[in-house]
């Protein structure tokens, strides 16, 4: 029985134009360092281009010679608008007016994602795959894998470049990890999240 193994990350660091910092360069480069032992059949980023600079920062760094693709089904969307009742008291406000069209078509988005990359490969052999993209994406794959009510992705945030891994054999997913950031420096944890004390 093959099995998919997603590596899933954040984009690195990015200014307010949506392009790469230094900070976020030297993240994706140090991903794609912890990642370069691993037989790497592809690299997946979303259109945006902070996840796209990221993707090629961390394919220069594998040995596998993989392909690195865009995959529109990556991109930052909102991947399901909770009603009222499950909308927690904090996340009112940035729902509060938001457009129901918009909404429909981020939940077309969640669910071409979850069809492309949250399922066992069809071949035989075990596929590796890495998928640069934003925080609701990520949320919205790891609550599918633990078969969550869809407004449980609202609140799992992962700091850039932290690395995410779920594997999919026939019949069941498993998490691996979720927002691991051993691969960076102290100094360059943490980003993409408000600043606050971190362990």
Do not use: K
Not at 105 to 132: C, K, M, W, Y
Not at 135 to 153: G, K, V
Not at 160 to 174: D, K, M
């Amino acid at each position: 029985m093959a099995t998919r193994h997603l590596y899933i990350a954040r984009h690195g660091d990015a200014d307010a134009f949506g392009e790469l910092t230094d900070t976020g360069r030297e993240q994706a480069r140090l991903l794609g360092q912890r990642l370069a032992h691993l037989p790497i059949d592809a690299v997946w980023h979303s259109p945006l281009p902070r996840a796209a600079d990221t993707a090629q920062q961390v394919v220069a760094q594998l040995r596998s010679g993989a392909s690195v693709a865009e995959a529109a089904e990556l991109v930052d969307h909102v991947p399901y608008l909770p009603t009222p009742e499950e909308t927690p008291r904090a996340w009112v406000r940035f729902f509060d007016g938001y457009d129901l069209a918009e909404a429909a078509a981020g939940n077309r988005i969640a669910q071409s994602l979850t069809a492309r990359f949250a399922s066992p490969p069809e071949q035989a052999d075990d596929v590796h795959e890495v998928l640069i993209t934003h925080t609701y994406p990520i949320a919205w794959l790891i609550r599918d894998a633990l078969d969550a009510p869809p407004a449980r992705w609202l609140g799992l945030n992962s700091a850039n470049t932290a690395l995410t891994v779920i594997e999919y054999r026939p019949g069941i997913s498993g998490i691996t990890m979720f927002n691991d950031m051993s691969h960076l420096p102290a100094e360059l944890r943490w980003t993409g999240f408000p600043n606050a004390a971190r362990p």
